[in-house]
């Protein structure tokens, strides 16, 4: 059985054709074009039309038996009742919500009933926050409109692909619309925006199937009518991908931006910072960062300006112990989401002293964004525990570092796109009609995965760093 995968991510969008026999892939990645997106926005048609076109190539020469999305959280689009955008898609990162939600979030009331009931936490990041600014907004009479249907980059594409309005229950719980206790749209936050619950795409299972449209069929060159599963947050596929669905186990993905999940069977909402959504198996919690590669690729573009590859800056790092000595960054370019959620965050370098050279810079941009993400761990490791283990994947430049500032030992599993070979065997499973996924061998030996283990003496000098750090932090509150 051959399955496509079809992911539109942050920055790029991906395709993937898995031979089920084989457990064989091949993946095909495109990056987003920046003259039709912008900050925090995106152009739906833009990434649908991309989408076919990367889905076409990797599709050419084989047979096609099923079709898996995937796409991010918390994007928000609007469509006329002819299902033509009348917004950009606004993306997680887009600060629209800023100013509202840092407002919000310090009525500890609304803020602590609104995690209880939607998982979410206040924060520009969900389409709920930005379409209460909409609402409130005297000039805007968008959301007035009542043939306006109101979606997300996932639900567009459920559309294009099966002419079914319709999105998977991951998808929406991470909406800020969705309440954790019903499972619906909460009705209570509809009537906040002043919208109806049926301008919204229905919600159907994780793995519901529909049939190829006739039209996209043809773009890709499959035949219509194959089953096409309903798209899918990457986030969610990622843990499928990752075989960590055990509430010990954590996933630590490290892309544009990064993230820290771990699979419990209930919601759990005591932690103030981290948020609970639904995945196709079980509950996630988990928090997420604004700055990771995007911090990295900050660095070597526009302050470096493209002058040194990542292994040249790599090389300008110095290896003698005074790391204590060098520049503290704070990762929040791109505003702030765990552990603080605050959009309206800025970040850049402390302790900036004459004597640092380039190489302190670079290491210190690598160094603050994983410290960003151990906050995230602290907040897990305090709610439910310490993880047994933890697979790490995505982008990161420095799994060493990672390691040994986590003070664990860390998978490191060789493949790459593990969201889209997690839509692959959820898609797998659905077809199969299997009660679960079962899990790939993983042999050590064989160079198909990794074990990093820490160095605890590094561990504890980077305590003392992580210490400084937070010192920062806390003072930019």
């Given at each position: 059985?051959?399955?496509?995968?079809?992911?539109?991510s942050t920055s790029?969008?991906?395709?993937?054709?898995?031979?089920?026999?084989?457990?064989?892939s091949e993946?095909?990645t495109?990056?987003h074009?920046?003259?039709?997106?912008?900050p925090?926005?995106h152009?739906?048609?833009?990434?649908?039309q991309s989408l076919?076109?990367?889905?076409?190539?990797?599709a050419?020469?084989?047979?096609?038996?099923?079709?898996?999305?995937?796409?991010?959280?918390?994007?928000?689009?609007?469509c006329?009742?002819d299902?033509?955008?009348v917004s950009?898609?606004y993306?997680w990162s887009n600060?629209?919500?800023?100013q509202?939600?840092q407002?919000?979030?310090?009525?500890?009331?609304?803020a602590n009933a609104?995690?209880?009931q939607?998982?979410?936490?206040?924060?520009?990041s969900?389409?709920?926050?930005?379409?209460?600014?909409?609402?409130?907004?005297?000039?805007?009479?968008?959301l007035?409109?009542?043939?306006?249907?109101i979606?997300?980059?996932g639900?567009y594409?459920?559309?294009k692909f099966t002419?079914?309005?319709?999105t998977?229950?991951?998808?929406?719980?991470?909406?800020?619309?969705?309440n954790?206790?019903q499972?619906?749209?909460d009705d209570?936050l509809?009537?906040?925006?002043?919208v109806?619950?049926?301008?919204?795409?229905r919600?159907?299972?994780?793995?519901?199937l529909f049939?190829l449209?006739f039209?996209?069929a043809?773009?890709?060159?499959?035949e219509?009518g194959?089953?096409v599963?309903?798209?899918n947050?990457d986030?969610a596929?990622?843990q499928?991908?990752?075989?960590?669905?055990e509430?010990t186990?954590?996933?630590?993905s490290?892309?544009t931006?990064?993230?820290?999940?771990?699979?419990?069977?209930?919601?759990?909402?005591s932690?103030?910072?981290?948020?609970?959504?639904?995945s196709?198996?079980?509950?996630?919690?988990?928090?997420a960062t604004?700055?990771a590669c995007n911090c990295?690729?900050?660095?070597?573009?526009?302050?470096?300006?493209?002058r040194?590859?990542?292994?040249e800056?790599?090389?300008?790092?110095?290896q003698?112990?005074k790391?204590?000595?060098?520049?503290?960054?704070l990762?929040?370019?791109?505003?702030?989401?765990?552990?603080?959620?605050?959009?309206?965050?800025r970040?850049?370098f402390?302790?900036?002293?004459h004597?640092?050279?380039?190489?302190d810079?670079?290491?210190?941009?690598?160094?603050?964004?994983l410290?960003?993400?151990y906050?995230?761990y602290?907040m897990l490791?305090?709610?439910?525990?310490?993880?047994?283990?933890?697979?790490?994947?995505g982008g990161?430049l420095?799994s060493?570092m990672c390691?040994d500032?986590?003070?664990k030992s860390?998978?490191i599993?060789?493949?790459?796109?593990?969201s889209?070979?997690?839509?692959?065997?959820?898609?797998e499973k659905?077809?199969?009609?299997?009660?679960?996924?079962?899990p790939?061998?993983?042999?050590y030996?064989?160079?198909k995965?990794?074990?990093?283990?820490?160095?605890?003496?590094?561990?504890?000098q980077?305590?003392v760093?992580y210490?400084?750090?937070?010192?920062?932090?806390?003072s930019?509150?």
């Amino acid at each position: 059985m051959k399955i496509l995968v079809l992911e539109s991510s942050t920055s790029s969008v991906k395709a993937m054709v898995y031979d089920t026999k084989k457990q064989h892939s091949e993946v095909m990645t495109q990056k987003h074009d920046q003259e039709n997106s912008g900050p925090g926005i995106h152009d739906a048609k833009q990434i649908y039309q991309s989408l076919l076109a990367i889905g076409a190539s990797a599709a050419k020469n084989h047979s096609i038996d099923a079709i898996a999305l995937s796409s991010t959280w918390h994007s928000l689009l609007l469509c006329n009742a002819d299902m033509q955008p009348v917004s950009p898609v606004y993306l997680w990162s887009n600060p629209m919500a800023g100013q509202l939600c840092q407002k919000l979030s310090k009525d500890k009331a609304f803020a602590n009933a609104y995690r209880n009931q939607t998982g979410c936490i206040v924060n520009a990041s969900y389409p709920y926050f930005k379409l209460r600014v909409m609402h409130e907004d005297k000039e805007s009479k968008l959301l007035e409109d009542y043939t306006l249907r109101i979606m997300d980059q996932g639900s567009y594409l459920n559309w294009k692909f099966t002419g079914e309005y319709m999105t998977s229950e991951s998808m929406v719980s991470g909406s800020g619309l969705y309440n954790i206790h019903q499972r619906d749209y909460d009705d209570q936050l509809l009537q906040s925006i002043g919208v109806k619950k049926q301008r919204f795409p229905r919600i159907v299972k994780d793995n519901t199937l529909f049939p190829l449209s006739f039209e996209v069929a043809k773009a890709l060159g499959v035949e219509a009518g194959v089953p096409v599963m309903a798209t899918n947050p990457d986030g969610a596929l990622n843990q499928i991908g990752a075989e960590s669905q055990e509430d010990t186990a954590m996933t630590l993905s490290v892309g544009t931006s990064g993230a820290l999940r771990m699979s419990v069977e209930e919601p759990n909402t005591s932690e103030a910072g981290l948020w609970n959504y639904r995945s196709p198996r079980t509950w996630l919690i988990g928090t997420a960062t604004s700055g990771a590669c995007n911090c990295v690729d900050w660095f070597k573009e526009e302050l470096c300006e493209n002058r040194y590859s990542y292994q040249e800056l790599e090389a300008k790092i110095i290896q003698e112990e005074k790391k204590d000595e060098g520049p503290i960054f704070l990762p929040f370019l791109f505003g702030e989401r765990g552990p603080g959620w605050d959009m309206l965050r800025r970040g850049g370098f402390e302790a900036m002293h004459h004597q640092h050279r380039l190489g302190d810079y670079y290491y210190s941009v690598l160094e603050g964004v994983l410290f960003n993400l151990y906050q995230g761990y602290e907040m897990l490791r305090r709610s439910v525990g310490e993880p047994k283990t933890i697979q790490l994947s995505g982008g990161i430049l420095n799994s060493q570092m990672c390691s040994d500032i986590f003070g664990k030992s860390m998978i490191i599993n060789d493949t790459k796109d593990m969201s889209m070979l997690g839509a692959a065997k959820w898609a797998e499973k659905r077809l199969l009609d299997s009660d679960e996924i079962d899990p790939q061998e993983i042999n050590y030996e064989s160079g198909k995965a990794n074990i990093i283990v820490p160095n605890m003496e590094h561990h504890l000098q980077y305590m003392v760093r992580y210490n400084i750090y937070l010192k920062y932090y806390r003072s930019h509150k």
